[in-house]
């Protein structure tokens, strides 16, 4: 399996722009995972899938952020209007539901200038 | 305060020391994960653990439910060890709470 499969590798956007990262995850796992990493706050958990429908987006920031997730095998998480403060790099995890252990994909590095 | 806390924030050592690293939490979990990411910043699930021990060749993973305490060893540490690593709880069936990770530098 080529595990988790994340676009682009890396982004850099000026503020107001619209990103939209992708995310394939392994297939057969149910659960699919976003987080962001940044040197301040470490990895935080964004919003978590179940079946393709989301369960706990507690941590998605503000309206700027939407996730979605239309089918299993594909995820998107849209940032728009784009901020500097948005820079980070966004994983992208996937688990079978009652295994526990996630995958996670390379990340996404997104530079908001 | 964070609810996962590693210590130390840093560690470098010398080829061969034995490593120790420390995670204390201060919610009710259902399990904890050890999770190793490398320079190029691929992370890497090492281990899951709700009780007890866990070992996979030269790393030890250890919990203690109720200390609320979990320890990651490694024996005989090596340069290519050189990573963060990060300590993540379960809370509840599936979200995780991470640690803000221990940079680990192995000198040889």
């Known amino acids: 399996d080529a595990g988790v499969i994340q676009s682009p590798r890396h982004e850099v956007t000026e503020m107001g722009q619209e990103v939209t990262l992708r995310c394939k995850p392994i297939?057969?796992?149910?659960?699919l995972f976003w987080y962001r990493q940044t040197m301040m706050r470490g990895l935080e958990l964004l919003i978590y899938?179940?079946?393709?429908?989301?369960?706990?987006d507690s941590g998605m920031p503000e309206d700027r952020f939407s996730a979605k997730m239309p089918n299993a095998s594909f995820s998107t998480l849209k940032i728009q209007p784009s901020e500097p403060r948005d820079s980070a790099v966004y994983f992208c995890?996937?688990?079978?539901?009652?295994?526990?252990?996630?995958?996670f994909g390379p990340g996404t590095r997104l530079t908001v200038l | 305060k964070n609810e996962v806390e590693q210590s130390p924030q840093n560690l470098t050592a010398q080829e061969g020391e034995f490593i120790t690293i420390n995670c204390s939490y201060s919610?009710?979990?259902?399990?904890l994960h050890w999770l190793q990411q490398h320079p190029g910043g691929g992370i890497v699930s090492l281990f899951m653990?709700?009780?007890g021990k866990k070992k996979h060749g030269r790393l030890i993973a250890t919990i203690n439910i109720q200390e609320k305490h979990s320890s990651l060893h490694i024996t005989a540490s090596h340069p290519r060890d050189s990573a963060v690593y990060i300590c993540?709880?379960?809370?509840?069936?599936?979200?995780?709470?991470f640690g803000q990770g221990t940079r680990l530098t192995i000198n040889p």
């Open positions: 995890a996937s688990s079978f539901t009652g295994s526990g252990e996630q995958f």
């Open positions: 297939s057969g796992h149910n659960s």
């Open positions: 899938f179940n079946n393709n429908v989301p369960i706990d």
């Open positions: 919610v009710g979990i259902s399990a």
């Open positions: 653990l709700s009780s």
């Open positions: 993540a709880v379960h809370q509840g069936a599936q979200k995780l709470v």
